[in-house]
T-cell receptor, first 109, second 115 residues
């Protein structure tokens, strides 16, 4: 399993963009990069995933570095509901999610 | 459509007992996986089933077991419960071949307390 490094915590203000970084330098060429988040008292929730090129969906954007050793999850306009722990998870052939410590995101009103 | 349903939501057991937790995946999903979440260890992968076959197993003792039925519903069993088994147990299901190139949907979890 590829190792990931994420900041323990980050803080941002409501309605501002948030950039959550993840370093996954041991990733293999076939690993998909997934992001999940866990809101307080809830199960994890899928955010976005990609392989090589940048990806967008209604929740967020995922920017993947050209060498794929890092990626950034972008929340374009944070809301209070975005306060959660965000996990960056490279996934290879094994059908399992290996959660690290994640980044605890705090949103200030 | 209905999400992933886990029952029961809360459970209190005594050391040495065994427990069975149930997970009903989203209709049509054949991949079901289980995770344990504790404050100290975070979210840890237990096992994953696809079409009634266990494909992956995490680093847990043999007291932890599971199975999947032909309707994709899954159960996990923990025998000879220890205090350290107190945790939130989460089930997730996904479509297609599994989580590699699609999303996993998680249930609300079963909170197990061992006393």
């Amino acid at each position: 399993d590829a190792k990931t490094t994420q900041p323990n915590s980050m803080e941002s203000n409501e309605e501002e963009p948030v950039h959550l970084p993840c370093n996954h330098s041991t990733i293999s060429g076939t690993d998909y990069i997934h992001w999940y988040r866990q809101l307080p008292s809830q199960g994890p929730e899928y955010v976005i995933h990609g392989l090589t090129s940048n990806v967008n969906n209604r929740m967020a954007s995922l920017a993947i570095a050209e060498d794929r050793k890092s990626s950034t999850l972008i929340l374009h306009r944070a809301t209070l509901r975005d306060a959660a722990v965000y996990y960056c998870i490279p996934i290879q052939g094994a059908q399992k999610l290996v959660f690290g410590q994640g980044t605890r995101l705090t949103i200030n009103p | 459509k209905a999400g992933v349903t886990q029952t029961p939501r809360y459970l209190i057991k005594t050391r040495g007992q065994q427990v069975t937790l149930s997970c009903s995946p989203i209709s049509g999903h054949r991949s079901v996986s289980w995770y344990q979440q504790t404050p100290g260890q975070g979210l840890q992968f237990l096992f994953e089933y696809f079409s009634e076959t266990q494909r992956n197993k995490g680093n847990f003792p043999g007291r932890f077991s599971g199975r999947q039925f032909s309707n994709s519903r899954s159960e996990m069993n923990v025998s000879t419960l220890e205090l350290g088994d107190s945790a939130l147990y989460l089930c997730a299901s996904s479509s297609g071949q599994g989580v590699l190139n699609t999303e996993a949907f998680f249930g609300q979890g079963t909170r197990l307390t061992v006393v």
